[in-house]
């Protein structure tokens, strides 16, 4: 769907985030950013390891945020902050691509322009309802 909303229920209801597909692939994301940041090295534990986690942690919790939000222009604030935290995984994945530490890299930038394009819209979508 457009919104970045797999369908639910009857009449595609959607009830909690859990229900947003938006949410679903970035909570993908961080799954396979934590699995990836385990080949990173022990000297990177609180530097790119903790940073790459964080930002993609902040995606989907972002989401969540926004989605519990009332207000179109509080939801947006945090979709944006989604969007911005998408975009400092993306810098961590090219510093750690150029660095010579991941071997997934194709995985992991495929799915982060998977949530880009899906949270774009869903930004877009919830910014039409204003």
């Known amino acids: 769907m457009a ?8 009449g595609n209801e959607i009830e909690n985030y859990r229900d947003l597909r938006t949410w679903q692939e970035a909570h993908k994301l961080v799954l396979m ?3 990836a ?28 945020e926004g989605f519990k939000r009332r207000g179109i222009q509080e939801k947006l604030r945090f979709y944006n902050i989604a969007e911005a935290s998408l975009e ?18 194709a995985e992991l930038e ?11 819209r869903f930004i877009e979508s919830t910014a039409r309802k204003r």
């Open 3 to 10: 919104d970045g909303m797999r369908s639910v229920g009857y």
């Open 110 to 120: 495929k799915q982060s322009e998977s949530v880009s394009k899906l949270l774009y």
């Open 37 to 64: 940041s385990e080949a990173l090295p022990p000297s990177e534990q609180y530097g790119l390891t903790s940073q790459m986690r964080r930002a993609a942690v902040s995606v989907p919790a972002n989401i969540v």
């Open 88 to 105: 400092e995984l993306r810098y961590f994945l090219l510093l750690t691509h150029d660095l010579g530490y991941l071997t997934n890299q």
């Open 33 to 35: 950013v934590y699995k």
